[in-house]
């Protein structure tokens, strides 16, 4: 039997399909690319945007136009939020919520025995226990892999809908996330990144202050992990795909700069640089305390690498509004801006406010801060031009002899190479490299060691 996978979404997403994936393998099942024939289509949504819902949507149909009798599984945000909606998509056979994943294999096995469409979607209030999906000890990328430690939002940011397609905060065991991250290690993975749905909330639901207010000294939340992780035999790096500041704050940052494995680079999401925005969006922290955390990275390292995401045309966003965003873009030199425009979502405060923005305003502010972001990021590689950083090769570029891979500041590195065979040995290897000079989205470099 073959299985195909469509992944829409963020990284927990990919995360997931490959871990069903490895689910349906040890079932005897073989994993195709999505474009060839295959007897189960699985398609793992997202609903951050009416675009990915869409997208989702258009996936569900391609997928069974190529093999109208193959059995099709939608699962992921999108099935969680609005499961009657997908349920009524054309050649839908199971809907599977987000804490359902683990088990598909079942639910596909009794479809194809008794052919009944199923629909496996749990409330809000019973989306509180950690789906153990098991170990994901291959993944597509042979250099990085992601680790999944936590599940689940409790900030509810009045624009967000992820709270609702994801349930209530809840983390996985440290044990698990050890002996996951130990056998990819020995596999030859030299990155690993945590990831979850809101990395920083890892445990942190379980930490008090004493009663003179003092947190505990020994590594709490995502720390731990961190901790953990650097205590394994190894060459290799750790990153964090992100960490909220509507979580930490800038001392908990500083905490994690003494950990040597851990790359300097952070994804911070601001989602706006207007103090009256944020306290709109429901985020904890306004602009100077966002700022406090760039500066208390950036006092430790000047080329600490950070991205964010920036939401333009929120409800009640004013010129004055986005243009504070993009100061924020431009003050910070982030390495990379991602942009969204706001789009109204289910079950969101935010969706009913007033002053929603008109679509060609937000068309053209996000126009502008993409321009802006591009400057931003092309300061901050100029900023790294002349410095030495450890590259972790990654992907051979055969037309353009060229070799790339990131530093541990997220810069994205073109190496150029002679001997093809050479170069292909030093892919999934840390090499020395020269940053010389702006190139497309990150630097070109030239390597002074193997």
């Known amino acids: 039997m073959k299985i195909a996978f469509h992944t829409l979404g963020c990284k927990v997403n990919q ?25 189960v289509y699985v398609i793992n949504t997202c609903t951050v945007t009416a675009v990915a819902n869409k997208k989702s949507r ?10 109208p009798d193959s059995v099709v599984v939608v699962t992921g945000c999108y099935a969680q939020i609005s499961p009657e909606e997908v349920s009524a998509v054309d050649g839908v056979d199971i809907v599977a919520g987000t804490n359902e994943k683990s088990h598909l294999t079942d639910y596909v096995a009794e479809f194809q025995e008794h052919g009944m469409r199923q ?39 009045s624009y967000c809908v992820i709270p609702y397609a994801r349930g209530k905060v809840r983390s996985r065991g440290l044990s698990e996330i050890v002996a996951e991250a130990e056998k990819l290690i020995a596999g030859g993975y030299r990155e690993i990144v945590l990831t979850g749905i809101n990395t920083a909330l890892y445990e942190m639901e379980q930490i008090r202050p004493d009663e003179a207010g003092r947190l505990p ?64 969006m429901n985020r904890p922290y306004d602009r100077e305390a966002y700022m406090d955390i760039v500066s208390t ?29 993009c100061s924020l873009v431009e003050e910070c030199t982030f390495c990379k801006t991602h ?67 990131y530093t541990g500041n997220y810069i994205k590195v073109y190496v150029p190479y002679e001997d093809p065979e050479a170069a292909q040995g030093m892919l999934n290897q840390f090499v020395s490299v020269e940053l010389l000079e702006v190139c497309r989205d990150g630097m070109r470099g030239r390597m002074v060691e193997k």
């Open 119 to 157: 629909l496996h979607v749990k409330g809000y209030e019973e989306l509180d226990v950690y789906d153990e999906t098991g170990l994901v000890v291959n993944t597509e990328n042979r250099t990085r892999a992601y680790i999944k430690i936590q599940e689940g939002c409790n900030r509810f940011c």
């Open 297 to 325: 990275l950036r006092k430790a390292d000047p080329y600490y690498g950070l991205s964010t995401d920036i939401i333009v045309g929120f409800p009640g966003e004013k010129e004055a509004d986005f243009e504070d965003s």
């Open 15 to 39: 995360y997931e399909s490959e871990a069903i994936a490895a689910a349906f393998e040890q079932q005897g099942y073989t994993v195709v690319d999505e474009r060839e024939f295959a007897d």
């Open 217 to 280: 000294e020994e590594p709490y939340g995502v720390e731990k992990v961190i901790a953990a992780l650097s205590d394994i035999p190894g060459d290799f790096r750790i990153r964090l795909s992100s960490l909220e500041p509507a979580v930490v704050d800038a001392d908990y940052v500083k905490r994690l700069l003494k950990y040597d494995k851990l790359c300097h680079h952070l994804h911070l999401s601001a989602q706006s640089g207007s103090s009256q925005v944020l306290e709109s």
């Open 339 to 405: 942009i969204f425009k706001y789009s109204k979502r289910p079950f969101t405060k935010a969706a009913s406010m007033k002053g929603h923005v008109a679509p060609q305003v937000k068309n053209r502010r996000s126009d502008r801060l993409h321009d802006v972001g591009k400057k931003s990021a092309e300061a901050f590689f100029a900023e790294n031009k002349g410095r030495m950083e450890r590259v972790l090769l990654e992907e051979l570029l055969e037309d353009q002899q060229m070799i790339t891979g």
């Open 58 to 67: 258009q996936y569900i149909r391609r997928m069974k136009k190529v093999n």
